[in-house]
């Protein structure tokens, strides 16, 4: 297996725009699983997951609390 890049070093912005697709897609994937009440397969570490909508859930509630609320001016 190749050693992984850091996709911002990539001169192709192309390729970046890429990335920043399958971030979204990564994430509406995970907002029709939770809607659908169905599990969400993942690849981790080369394995097949099953994740379960309700641990989507709490996934989400995680990332909330560490976002800090965006100041308003």
Known sequence: M????DINTVDNQ????SYTALV??????RDIAIQSNTCLIVRRNGKLVKIPPEELIAERKRQKTMVPDAEVS
């Open 2 to 5: 190749k050693e992984p890049i």
């Open 14 to 17: 192309f390729v970046r725009d």
């Open 24 to 29: 979204r897609a990564s994430q509406i994937a």
